[in-house]
C-alpha cells in the first residue's frame, strides 16, 4: 500500500525558511513523478514544484527562485526547500505521487504559515 507522509511545516516569519520532507512507502518510486501542491485557505489546490524520475524540475511562477525541489530516491523521498518567504505562500501544502497504471496517490498535507 502506498502511503505519503509529509512534515517540516511550521510558523515562520516573513523572509525565513522551511525545508518540507514527503517520504513514499509500499514500493521503490525512484522513476515516479513527484509533486508538491498546496492550498491556501478558500482557494483551489495548485502546483508548486514538479520532479520527474530522471530529475527534471518544473516550478509555479510565483515560487522560482525561491523554492527548490530535489528527492533522494534512495530514500524514496521528495524535499521542498522554501527560502524568501512571503505570507502568500501561507498553506496546507501537499505531496503527490503518480504511479502508472496505479493511480495517484496524495499525502495528508503539512500547513506552512508565513507571518508578516
Known amino acids: 500500500q502506498v502511503q505519503l507522509v509529509e512534515s517540516g511545516g511550521g510558523l515562520v516569519q516573513t523572509g525565513g525558511s522551511l525545508r518540507l520532507s514527503c517520504a513514499a512507502s509500499g514500493s521503490s518510486f525512484r522513476f515516479n513523478a513527484m509533486g508538491w501542491y498546496r492550498q491556501p485557505p478558500g482557494k483551489q489546490r495548485a502546483l508548486v514544484a514538479g520532479?520527474?524520475?530522471?530529475?527534471?524540475?518544473d516550478y509555479a511562477d510565483s515560487v522560482k527562485g525561491r523554492f527548490t525541489i530535489s528527492r533522494d530516491s534512495a530514500k524514496n523521498t521528495v524535499y521542498l526547500q522554501m527560502n524568501s518567504l512571503k505570507p502568500e505562500d501561507t498553506a496546507v501544502y501537499y505531496c503527490?505521487?503518480?504511479?502508472?497504471?496505479?493511480?495517484?496517490?496524495w499525502g495528508q498535507g503539512t500547513q506552512v504559515t508565513v507571518s508578516s
Open positions: 520532479i520527474s524520475g530522471l530529475g527534471s524540475t
Open positions: 503527490k505521487l503518480v504511479v502508472a497504471g496505479t493511480g495517484t496517490y
